[in-house]
């Protein structure tokens, strides 16, 4: 299992290191001048040009990319050019309520999901099961924003039940869990939806098994069957795609945050594009991109975990 | 040879796959719902000019924010601008969206896979690990920042979403040319000297057709609900020309006094994503061979 992961995570390092390298480069793209983001419009050439030998632009390209690379490698992201702070203190800020938001909305489309695919899976073509595909369908189509929407002119401006917008300090526990159930639970629900899809699905392709009809014949109780033999070959495909899932909603988070009003990076991320802030947006989506990479990393060392055949291949 | 009268019953009876595959499509009702609301939504945006109560873009002061009346059926929003009007023509630039990424994604993730499919080597390595770097990012966050990059028009958002879509496309051809490239037939036309182009389009896609279709129609939904996420953070089209995505976001800041402008638009939204997710799920369970005769 060891040499297993020194072999992922070794494996991980040069695909990091190329969607950095993409980062950079559409950065690069984005149009406009950032000089002339910082200082306006009517701001005078020399000030432009001085702002823009102070941000290193004028440097060859070659040489801004290995600035960049040695900058992150020191944790360095940069200043904002529109607020002047370190994009690192602004990101440690707002980090935090992202991974809360994203792991809430993960555990509890897991704590819901699969006892739903269960359910489902078992109780084939029954009132439950019509039910759960109603809901997971809704589920996988419904656009975050649009679900954030609902619940938030339901539960908080009818109901009065949670605030309507922002979140609360780590400091103050309750008004924090409270800000954040409706967020996490727009997440969660989504989540839901996939999760419960994969595990219907997968158990009902593991119930038409030989191990299955055996554990069966031998007169093995129903409950035995699924839990022992059914549901941990079944896990296999709902911890690899929980990953992909995972990754498909830090893209929702951003859209919940919007609706919310929520610190995170989603927040950081559109109005950095918004005031063409390139340091601050250039920072976020590396962020991203590492976040991804360790989910990605973490699923498979899971699913290695879960299934030893992996380790061997 | 003499056929006996319960083998002739049988000869009688057997259907061609097409007509297989027809009959199990009418069987599913969900297949057949999706279908049915898609081609209503397809019908309405088609024909907006000419169903829409009245046009988009007119505003009338004195029934700013108006509730459901004889004359706005979904009231009105800030500018007085009919919703039921905006939300059939915002129809026309979701379904244009949707349709025109996924096509262009399809072809451009198609080609990817089949050439890194069937030529392997290096050619594979390169396009496959390049694809597996474009899916390292959210697909979200990869077309803010494509759109960002080009700005927020019709084609450019048609082609951010698209270069969301192909590396699917890609990975999905170029899985299934592993196994289609070793056939007796593609042998064959290697062997009488047939060009790759030819090969590629004229043996191979035929047989990728199905596989790639099912994918798209599933994947139309997800383009349109990119397209919203853009149009709702204010990268869409942009204003006043309707999109659905453009409504629900200036309807938030009037959700207290008129919650209808964003639950009506977001219903369309909803409606049109999960009429593409059922018919898409319908011919998947079509061409699914474990669901043949279920």
Redesign the interface.
Known sequence: MFNYAVRRILQSIP?LL??LS?VFV?VR???GDPAVAALGDYASKEAVQALREKMGLNAPLWLQYLRFLRNLCHGDLGTSIITGYPVASQVLRVLPHTLELTVCAIILGYLLGIPLGISAAVRRNSGVDYFNRIFS??G???????LG??L??VLS?KLKLFPVVGAGEFTDLSKNLRHLFLPALTLGLIMTAYITRMTRSSILNILREDYVRTAHSKGISEKVVLYKHVLRNALIPIVALGGVYA??L???S??VE??FSRPGLGSL??GA??QRDYTT?QSV?VI??VI??VI?LLTDLIYGFIDPRIQYK | MKISEGEEDVMAKEISESQRMWLTFWRNKTALAGGGIAILVIFVAIFAPYISPMDPLEQDSYARLAGSSSKHWLGTDDFGRDILSRIIWGSRISLIIGFSSVLLGMVMGTAMGMIAGYYGGRAESIIMRSIDVLMCFPDLILAIAITAALGSNLLNLIISIAIVMAPRFARLSHGSILSLREREYVIAAQAIGAKVPRILFRHIFPNLFGEILVAGTLWVGEAIRLEANLAFIGLGVQPPTPTWGNMIREGVDVLINAPGISVYSGLSILITILSFNMLGDGIRDITDPRLRGA
Do not use: C, D, E, R
């Open positions: 695909i190329i969607v993409l559409v793209v984005l149009p369908l809704l996988l189509s419904v656009p975050a924003f649009y929407i609902l938030m002119l401006i990754v498909v830090i893209g929702s951003v859209m919007i609706v991320m559109v594009i918004k947006l989506m991203y991109v991804v990479v990605n």
